[in-house]
């Protein structure tokens, strides 16, 4: 068995615990609205209906569906342990709304013209996973 251990010191990644309905609803169609509704600390969800809001040009939409993902993975990443920082591995798929409604966030943020936020949201998404900022920038 391999052990993982961060020989600088830093904190262990953070595996959200799995939710497979949420993904499995939407995977089969149903409303990202629906979803929400039914899950409403689902982030994927969030993501799904912030994303869904931008592709339609209803960018402030956007940034309130974003922030309320981000909020409730924020929520979620604290009860399983995560201390404000440290690895969110793209690669674990329950971590994938949080990071998802994350890069929303600032996507949204820069096209509102708040840059701070975009700054803020962009180096978040990267210092949480490199492989997410690449796979969704």
């Not at 929400?36 to 956007?62: C, I």
């Not at 974003?66 to 995560?82: F, K, N």
Request: net charge negative.
């Amino acid at each position: 068995m391999a052990i993982h251990k961060d020989l600088l010191g830093g904190p262990p990644p953070t595996h959200l615990p799995d939710d497979p309905e949420p993904r499995e609803l939407l995977a089969n169609g149903t409303a990202p609205a629906d979803v929400a509704a039914k899950y409403p600390t689902s982030s994927l969800a969030w993501a799904q209906l912030a994303d869904d809001a931008f592709e339609n040009g209803r960018v402030v939409e956007s940034y309130a569906y974003a922030r309320t993902g981000y909020h409730r993975g924020l929520d979620s990443l604290r009860r399983s342990g995560w201390k404000g920082h440290g690895p969110v591995p793209w690669e674990h798929e329950p971590n994938r709304g949080f990071l998802r409604a994350l890069h929303a966030l600032a996507r949204s943020a820069q096209a509102i013209g708040e840059h701070e936020e975009y700054e803020r949201c962009s180096v978040f998404l990267r210092d949480s996973s490199a492989a997410a900022a690449d796979t969704l920038g």
